[in-house]
Every structure is written in structure tokens, then in C-alpha cells.
């Protein structure tokens, strides 16, 4: 009986040694590089590579006390601590895979079906190259567009579900953390995007002559143009509650640095946009004006405490995209005065990082009752009831 009773060799010890080693090696990097951003991912992970290293190296050993009161300290986390008023790390994992699930497949069920309703042939919907390349009819056009944003309804609505349901929060404090929430903040991030846009149109056009053409056919446009102003303020305010709202205040314990945040964010932001036809191939550089965009309103959204400003630069974006400048290569069609041809890569990063410069300058100014609090943390308040 009391050699059944001993412990069972663990799989880290069953590992045959090279792949052991191997494993550790490739794990510790890694590890070390997450720690300082996620560690409830970087922690695990040099666990893990400290025992299996800790089989051949006395330098891995050393480390296991240490690592050991990380980890400690993420697992309280997961449990919850009721002193800091933050939710419990589960609750955040649990409701952020819930809000892509939702999205995933309701929204495809969504898209899917608005396809086979309006009958909409499957080359038009997905053109090689994106759209732009080729006129579309404003009708055709119209029903693309609904198909595509249909399916963020979902993504909108999960995000509320998983923050009071999951979170067990008011759902005002995804949106705020001040207590109120300023339409007139958000015009006013709406107004002071839509205008830097516009003025780095008017540089790429006196950069690259003949860049920009008109393209507006008046007949039949405005369906299009209903869908658009009912719809895309659904599909940016959904990623913004998502990535801005639920991301970053998971990923905000009070204690990094709003850049680190902010950089974090907004590489999270450009991930599921490495879709979009214009990043693709030898595009893939131009990710980096994603990155510099959601760097850019998570800061503010940081320095505000608040989705104001976001919410509506994020809107004017999409919304002048669709009907003031399209662009060749657009992951959704346009029926825009003007069509923007190709540009040079550098002139396409250079120009999203100095409008995020600019934004963050003149939004600073705004006057803000809230400004100088640059904390989304949840740390320092004590629970309040749901």
C-alpha cells in the first residue's frame, strides 16, 4: 500500500529530457518578454520553463522560489480579491472568450444568412484584391455593406452581456469611469478626426497628384447611405467597448504604464485586422498604422478615463471611409465623392502616426472635469454593488 501511496512522477518529470530542455529554452523567452505586459500569460510560462530547464540547470532551480510568488499572485488574482474591488482574472478570461464567440458565430449566422436573403453572388462579396479596384452598383454596394456590419450586432450586444452579466458591473463603467458620459466629447472626437483626415487628404494629394478621384454616382446611393449611418456606428463603438473598454481595462491593475497599455492595445487592435485586404502580402507593413490608431485612442482613452473621444474618432473614420474618401484595396465597399489610390508605404504610416500625435495634442486641450486621473484601473476603488 505505500508504494502506490507515493507520488507519481509529473508530466515535466516523465518529459524525455532533450524535449524537456528543448521546451524550456523556447518557453522562457517567451515568458520573459510577456511578463511585464500579461502576466497571467507570462507567468505560467516561465513556470513551466524553470521546472523543465530546472531538470539539467542549478541557474533554472534558483528561480523557482521567485517564480513561485508570481504565480501566487496571479492565482490569487484568479480567485478574485474583494479589497481591491477588481473582478476576478476568470471572470475577464471567461467574458472575453464569450464576447468572440458571440461574435464569431452569431455573426456569422448573421452574415451568412443576409448573403443567401439578398442574394448576393459570393465573388462580389469578397473581390480579390478588396474593393475599389472596379465600380459597383450603389445598390449592390448597399447590400455588401449590410451583410458585413449585421454581423458586429452581436459583438455590440456581447460586450454589454459579458460586462454585467460576467463582470458583474454596471454597464456604465465600460464606458466611463467618471460617473458620466459626454455626447458632446464624443462629437467633439468625431469633429477633430474627421478634420485631420481630411488634411492629410489634402497633403497626399498635393504628395501624389492625381492620388485622389471623384467617383460619386448620385443614383441609388442612398440606401447606401442609410446602412451606413444606422450600422457602422454599431460595428466601431462594438470594437471599441471590446478592445478599449473590456481589453484595456482587464489589462490595467494599476501599476503599468500607460504606454505599455496603450502599445499593448494597440497591437491587439491591428491583429484582427491583418485580414483587411490592404495589409496584405507585401502590405504587411502597413499594419503598422493599426498599431499607431489604437495606440493612439487607447492613450486618450487612458489619460480621460473614458470612451468618449474614442468612440467618436473611431466612427468618423469608418463613416468618412465609406462616404466621403474611399481607398483601393478597402475591406467594404464605398459609395464615397472620392476614391484614394494606392499610396507609398512610408506616406501611409507616417501619415496615421501623425494624426494620433495630433488628435492626442488638440484633445488634451478640450476642456475635461476629469483630466489628470490617467487611470482605467478598477484597483483603487472598492467594490460597488452590481
Same mark, same amino acid.
Given at each position: 500500500m505505500s508504494e502506490k501511496m507515493k507520488t507519481q512522477p509529473s508530466i515535466i518529470q516523465r518529459m524525455p529530457l532533450p524535449l524537456a530542455l528543448l521546451s524550456g529554452f523556447l518557453l522562457l523567452p517567451l515568458g520573459g518578454i510577456l511578463l511585464p505586459i500579461t502576466p497571467e500569460i507570462g507567468v505560467p510560462l516561465l513556470l513551466v520553463a524553470t521546472r523543465l530547464l530546472g531538470r539539467r540547470f542549478q541557474w533554472a532551480r534558483r528561480f523557482n522560489a521567485w517564480i513561485d510568488g508570481k504565480?501566487?499572485?496571479?492565482?490569487?488574482?484568479?480567485?478574485?480579491?474583494?479589497?481591491?474591488?477588481?473582478?476576478?482574472?476568470?471572470?475577464?478570461?471567461?467574458?472575453?472568450?464569450?464576447?468572440?464567440?458571440?461574435?464569431?458565430?452569431?455573426?456569422? $449566422? !448573421?452574415?451568412?444568412?443576409? +448573403?443567401?436573403?439578398?442574394?448576393?453572388? #459570393?465573388?462580389? %462579396?469578397?473581390?480579390?484584391?478588396?474593393?475599389?479596384?472596379?465600380?459597383?452598383?450603389?445598390?449592390?454596394?448597399?447590400? $455588401? !455593406?449590410?451583410?458585413?456590419? +449585421?454581423?458586429?450586432?452581436?459583438?455590440? #450586444?456581447?460586450? %454589454?452581456?459579458?460586462?454585467?452579466?460576467?463582470?458583474?458591473?454596471?454597464?456604465?463603467?465600460?464606458?466611463?469611469?467618471?460617473?458620466?458620459?459626454?455626447?458632446q466629447r464624443t462629437f467633439a472626437g468625431f469633429a477633430i478626426w474627421l478634420a485631420i483626415g481630411l488634411g492629410g487628404l489634402l497633403l497626399l494629394e498635393l504628395a501624389n497628384p492625381g492620388v485622389v478621384r471623384w467617383t460619386f454616382n448620385p443614383v441609388g446611393a442612398l440606401p447606401y447611405i442609410v446602412v451606413a449611418l444606422l450600422l457602422l456606428p454599431i460595428q466601431t463603438t462594438a470594437e471599441e467597448l471590446f478592445f478599449r473598454g473590456w481589453l484595456l481595462q482587464w489589462s490595467d491593475n494599476?501599476?503599468?504604464?500607460?504606454?505599455?497599455?496603450?502599445?499593448?492595445?494597440?497591437?491587439?487592435?491591428?491583429?484582427?485586422?491583418?485580414?483587411n485586404p490592404e495589409v496584405a502580402g507585401e502590405d504587411l507593413i502597413r499594419i503598422i498604422g493599426y498599431v499607431a490608431i489604437g495606440f493612439g485612442w487607447a492613450w486618450v482613452t487612458l489619460r480621460d478615463r473614458t470612451l468618449e473621444l474614442a468612440i467618436g474618432a473611431h466612427a468618423a473614420n469608418n463613416i468618412s471611409a465609406a462616404l466621403l474618401v474611399g481607398y483601393v484595396g478597402s475591406a467594404i465597399p464605398s459609395v464615397s465623392f472620392w476614391t484614394m489610390e494606392r499610396i507609398p508605404v512610408l506616406q501611409e504610416v507616417l501619415l496615421g502616426v501623425a494624426s494620433i500625435l495630433i488628435f492626442t495634442w488638440i484633445t488634451a486641450r478640450l476642456p475635461h472635469k476629469h483630466a489628470g486621473k490617467s487611470s482605467t484601473s478598477q484597483a483603487s476603488r472598492k467594490k460597488q454593488p452590481a
Open positions: 504565480w501566487q499572485g496571479v492565482r490569487a488574482r484568479l480567485k478574485g480579491d474583494s479589497s481591491s474591488g477588481r473582478p476576478a482574472l476568470w471572470r475577464w478570461i471567461v467574458g472575453a472568450v464569450v464576447i468572440v464567440l458571440i461574435w464569431q458565430v452569431l455573426g456569422s $449566422i !448573421l452574415l451568412v444568412g443576409a +448573403v443567401l436573403w439578398m442574394g448576393i453572388p #459570393f465573388d462580389a %462579396l469578397v473581390p480579390p484584391g478588396g474593393f475599389g479596384l472596379a465600380p459597383i452598383a450603389p445598390e449592390l454596394s448597399a447590400m $455588401i !455593406l449590410f451583410a458585413f456590419l +449585421v454581423s458586429f450586432v452581436p459583438f455590440f #450586444f456581447a460586450n %454589454l452581456f459579458a460586462y454585467r452579466y460576467i463582470l458583474k458591473e454596471r454597464v456604465m463603467r465600460m464606458f466611463t469611469l467618471t460617473g458620466t458620459f459626454s455626447i494599476g501599476r503599468r504604464r500607460r504606454w505599455v497599455l496603450a502599445t499593448l492595445n494597440g497591437m491587439l487592435f491591428a491583429l484582427p485586422h491583418l485580414a
